[in-house]
DNA sequence: TGCGTGACTGCCT
DNA sequence: CAGGCAGCCACGC
């Protein structure tokens, strides 16, 4: 596997790679997939390049709200790209995270890149 | 070589 | 019900 690499940001790059067209996922989604504090994927987000390939547009935070950055507002390409992708806002610019909110991972797909399962909430 | 920065979330008071 | 605090990885200068 690629992502022997002991750091957690290859692993949340790996896991943003996976959301699908027209869904999004939380940090916090993000971060117990790859077993990490939440804090730790706005990091590793944020270090990503507008050229990168992780649909890191995707991602919002847990009010279904566009990430606010450093300049103090949230990235209006981020809303843009999603728009485009079908996801819609909501009055208050939240994203119905009960429709377009990413189901996650297969759980083959945990195993098959050494993810931890058992980090996921499998309960019935 | 060491320190500060950087896209968040959940629990406690 | 709302606000504040703690968590702890990787990169640049």
Known sequence: MSMRQ??????????????PYGKVATY??????????PL???YALAALLDD????????VNRHGQVSIR?????DAN???????EGVCF?????????K?????????WLVEHGFDPINQEGDT
């Open 90 to 98: 909501n009055v208050h610019d939240r994203i119905d995270l009960t």
């Open 6 to 19: 002991k750091g957690n940001r290859q692993r949340i790059y790996c896991i943003a790679n996976l959301i």
């Open 100 to 108: 377009h909110r990413w189901a996650g991972p297969t759980l083959d």
């Open 78 to 84: 981020q809303r843009i790209a999603l728009q485009q």
């Open 70 to 74: 450093n300049d103090g507002k949230p």
């Open 52 to 59: 990168s390939d992780t649909p890191w547009h995707r991602i």
């Open 28 to 37: 916090g989604q993000i971060a117990k997939l790859a077993g990490c504090n």
């Open 40 to 42: 730790f994927v706005g």
